[in-house]
């Protein structure tokens, strides 16, 4: 608790699963004409807003684009006058919900992110509005809804995004898909115990946010891989039904529960006889049974 205390505190984040309307576009696959793997410096332009008060905006947004830029292997500027290969533009909005209170309101955010290059121009767009869970809202509202956006799919993997455009040609759905593989490698990878795993009291420690977040955001990324019904998705989620997380494992039923392809019934046939979750087993049952009976 403490713990949590404490992240809420500096970086307005909360727990809560979060709810997306996401829309990816541009970047279609492509040959590599102009060298974009070799793209290695990043403009980060960024214009924020918000409705609260003095229209500040309380998340660093800037200083957590830059880490995940950096974390994928990207050196990053703010200023545009520097040389760079590739501009980030992002437009971040906090807007003003519904009422929850007297003297309460929601935040709402919508945030638009678009990658060019001087010479190909625009190589993709995402855009994704977050709103906080009104039914279900007993206070900060804030927190959770920058919460929400930072275990959305196409915040929280934005350097894979950009790798997988850059590297291997990949519009976001693809980029997507790969960044989840990746993830799901190190996912069943052994953890080792580190000093910081023994320590007397967790609330001295601060968590890496990359695995605060990663639980959600893997499970939003398998939703909306199931959203956007891409073939080249299905072996994937057909992997993550056999992922440790019972919560994944769901998803990831639901998410090939979206594609109309009977090449599925294996995958999902082995789910409802080998699965140690009778809520995943039924779930796969359910899918199975729309296919026999459409």
């Known amino acids: 608790m403490m713990r949590l205390l404490l992240l809420s505190f500096l970086l307005g984040i909360g727990l809560a699963a979060p709810s997306l309307s996401i829309a990816a ?24 807003s918000s409705w609260r008060s003095r229209g500040r905006v309380s998340f660093g947004i800037v200083p957590s684009l830059r880490m995940k830029l950096t974390s994928a292997g990207y050196a990053v500027t703010e200023d545009p006058q520097v040389p760079h290969d590739l501009t980030l533009t992002v437009d971040y909005r ?31 767009t995402v855009k994704f509005h977050v709103a906080p869970r009104y039914a279900e809202l007993a206070s900060a509202p804030y927190v959770e809804v920058v919460e929400r956006l930072q275990a959305s799919p196409y915040f929280y993997f934005l350097g894979d995004l950009i790798r997988g455009r850059l590297d291997a040609q990949l519009n976001p759905a693809g980029a997507l898909i790969l960044a989840l593989d990746r993830q799901f490698a190190r996912d069943r990878q052994p953890r080792h115990e580190t000093p910081l795993d023994t320590l007397e009291s967790p609330a001295e420690t601060f968590p890496d946010l990359d695995l605060f977040f990663a639980p959600l955001a893997r499970e939003n990324a398998v939703e909306e891989l199931g959203r956007l019904k891409d073939p080249r998705a299905i072996e994937l989620l057909e992997r993550l039904t056999d992922h440790p997380d019972r919560r994944t494992r769901l998803r990831a039923v639901h998410a090939l529960g979206e594609f109309d392809s009977l090449s599925i019934a294996p995958a999902l046939t082995r789910v409802v006889q080998t699965d140690s979750d009778p809520g995943v087993r039924d779930a796969a049952a359910g899918v199975l049974t729309r296919y026999a009976n459409p």
């Open 25 to 48: 576009q541009d970047g279609s696959d492509g040959p590599d004409a102009t060298g974009l793997a070799r793209a290695r410096t990043i403009h980060l332009d960024v214009h924020a």
């Open 94 to 124: 906090e807007e003003r919900g519904a009422p929850i209170s007297i003297n309460l309101s929601g935040t709402e955010i919508t945030c638009v992110m678009a990658l060019e290059h001087p010479r190909q121009g625009r190589l993709f």
